[in-house]
Structures are given as C-alpha cells and as structure tokens.
C-alpha cells in the first residue's frame, strides 16, 4: 500500500514485558515520527528521526523506551519492562523532504495494552 | 511551553448544518498549522495545512482560517454530513529550536452529524 503502515494493530502484555512496535513510512520518507495516544487526549510527541539520524528524543517518557531506524526506513519503538502506564496507542508518521513544511501522513496506530 | 486548546470538546449537529470548530495556542511563533480527522481506531487523516504566512486554506466543504498574532485558527465545515463524524483535531508545529517534526496537538473536538 501507499500508506504508513504500523504492526501490531494490537499488543497486549504482561507487566514487565518487552514489546516492539513496527511502522513502515510512506516510501521515500525521509522524516519519521512517533506519537503515544493516551484515550481521549491528542497525540504526544516521543521521537525524530531524519534517514536513519534520530534527531530528537526529548518525547520519550523515560529510558524503558527506546526508538532505532538503522536504514534510514523502516523504524521500532521497542518499550522494555512495560508499565500499565504504557498503555496507550502508538502513531507513526512520515513525511518527505525537510519536516518543517510538509504535512505528515500518520498510521493506523498500534494499540498497547498492558495488563 | 506551548499548548494548544480546543473548544468545543464535544459537538453534535443536525445534518445540513454549518458548523464552527475553535482551536487555540498559546505562542504565536508558530511555523506551520494543521488540521486533522481521526476516525474511531484509526490513524489522523491531514486535512488541511496552513503556513504561518498564510491565512486560510479551503478544501470543498472545509475551510481553516489562521491568526497567527492572536493565537487562533477554526475549521468551518459547510453542510455537514453524518460522514462528518469523527474526532477533529489541531496540530501546530513551533518555529523555534528543538525538534523539526515536533507536533503539538490539542485534545480534539468530538463532531457528530446527526442524520
């Protein structure tokens, strides 16, 4: 598809497992974001990524998460040692080019819920 | 610290209205203004974007105006549809330091269209 694509749709874990989020960008995307999506609250912002340069991690809650993109492609969130307030779900958006101008193209979102 | 308020945070309509969604931010140093829908277990679909330099950007029923210098923007949606009804969210992105791709989202309107 031409979309951004995310997987899991839907993560359930255990407290204190590990989990990892998968987002396929819009290919040729040279910006990637991750968002978390608490209910009924707006995205909030975790991490940049510019290629593979992750240019901005002052999102992320805390150092449980943690977000690679080694190719400058496709990029993981991967959340150790899951929390119940991890529960939320996980936007992945690109864009191309520069960040600044261009609107972002989001996914359909991972749900995580930590039990 | 930027923040972004919606109002209202819930609006229910008969269909063939039109309608008024309010967004708010509190620093005008904005670079760039967007709208978006968010359909129940769905991603955001951009509607419209407006530059800082510009003040409105019209797509068939919908139209987003900005002021910049009082902090403010709506989305009129002309002849409302039940297709309307979503979650209608505003995003702006700071046209200072920190992260480029840095989305600050409000909390979004809940628009239903009655048929």
């Known amino acids: 598809g031409a979309g951004v694509s995310q997987s899991p749709r839907y993560k359930v874990a255990k407290r204190g497992q590990d989990v990892a989020l998968r987002c396929d960008p819009i290919?040729?995307?040279?910006?990637l974001f991750w968002y978390q999506q608490a209910l009924g609250q707006g995205p909030e912002f975790l991490t940049y990524?510019?290629?593979?340069?992750?240019?901005?991690k002052s999102g992320l809650p805390s150092d449980r998460f943690f977000a690679e993109r080694p190719e400058g492609s496709v990029s993981t969130l991967k959340i150790q040692r899951t929390q119940q307030e991890d529960s939320a779900v996980y936007l992945c958006?690109?864009?191309?080019?520069?960040?600044?101008?261009?609107?972002?193209?989001f996914g359909n979102g991972t749900r995580l819920t930590v039990t | 610290k930027q923040e972004v308020t919606q109002i209202p945070a819930a609006l229910s309509v008969p269909e063939g209205e039109n309608l008024v969604l309010n967004c708010s931010f509190t620093?005008?140093?904005?670079?760039?203004l967007q709208w978006f829908r968010q359909d129940p277990g769905k991603g955001l679909t951009s509607l419209l974007l407006?530059?800082?330099?510009?003040r409105e950007q019209t797509s068939g029923r919908l139209n987003a105006s900005l002021d910049k210098s009082s902090g403010r923007s709506t989305l009129y949606i002309a002849a409302s549809q039940p297709g309307d009804s979503a979650t209608y969210l505003c995003?702006?992105?700071?046209?200072?330091?920190?992260?480029?791709?840095?989305?600050?989202f409000g909390k979004g309107t809940k628009l239903s269209v009655k048929p």
């Open positions: 290919s040729g995307h040279v910006s």
């Open positions: 990524f510019q290629n593979e340069a992750q240019l901005d």
């Open positions: 620093d005008s140093a904005i670079y760039n």
């Open positions: 995003a702006v992105r700071n046209n200072y330091g920190g992260s480029q791709g840095n989305l600050i």
């Open positions: 958006a690109s864009s191309p080019g520069q960040a600044e101008g261009s609107p972002l193209h």
């Open positions: 407006i530059q800082s330099s510009q």
